[in-house]
């Protein structure tokens, strides 16, 4: 078994190695674009919600043709008071999350997805900043891919690797997972475990596999395995997002533990009906 694990990561890295065409992204004439819902759950990110904003703001999509759903949980004061301050209300709808356990990013995913509008529905956390062209290049690659493409995955960025040693390896291990081996795993048709946030789904798909798990907190996993299952298929595509990793040992950990935690609840969920998953 190791030496089958060695040699699909072989495979993996053989795969990246090969040269690959050209990764400029075919512009679409603006009447031709889906509407793209991104949703985007926030909970006590006041600090961060003017950067958000921005890098919503530098996006090379149409604004007619953006639907923003700011996802705030309803007793979080501060972060709607700065979007209030900011207007947002004005360009984006700002929908308030009811209490209610649990409180989590799929809960509020689930709910603000009954107030999309797009065929295609984007997940987005306060901290990213998308690259400018992401969008286009997730609706290019639903217009080219496979018939059963669900889901398009954007490759994650740490942008603060010099932040300490724990920053540095956060930074090789995004740079190794999501550009040598989500890719490989997309390219053999495999099931994608997806990064929590720059994912593209196509609604109905979404529908299908019944949303997010709202006490999963791997939704990210769980939802792209359970995709999988259906017979529907994952794609990775260039235009990356930045992304800011922990530098410090307890947020590291208390990540790390979330992540093992879901891993093992999405592992024992999809076990309850091994042969369907292993179909899938």
Known sequence: VFLLLIGIRLMAVAFALMPKGSARVRAAATGDLPLITLLIPLYREADVLPDLVGAIDRLDYPAGRLDVKLLIEADDAETMQVAQAMQAHRRFDVIPVPPG?????????????????????????????????????????????????????????????????????????????????????????????????????????????????????????????????????AAMIAPETDEEAPAKLKPWLNQRTRWMKGYLQTWLVLNRTPFSAARG
């Open 101 to 233: 356990a649990p409180r989590t990013k799929p809960k509020a995913l689930n709910y603000g997805m009954h107030f999309a509008r797009g065929d295609i529905e984007a997940i987005f956390d306060a901290e990213d900043r998308p690259a400018r062209n992401q969008l286009r290049a997730a609706v290019e690659a639903f217009r080219t891919g496979h018939r059963k493409l669900a889901v398009v995955q954007a490759p994650l960025s740490i942008h603060n690797g010099r932040d300490g040693w724990l920053a540095a390896q956060f930074e090789i291990e995004y740079a190794i997972h999501f550009r040598v081996w989500l890719p490989f795993l997309a390219r053999i048709g495999a099931p994608l475990a997806l990064g929590g946030t720059s994912n593209y789904f196509r609604r109905d798909a979404l529908i299908a596999a019944g949303g997010w798990d709202a006490w999963n907190v791997t939704e990210d996993a769980d939802i792209g395995l359970r995709l999988s299952r259906l017979g529907y298929r």
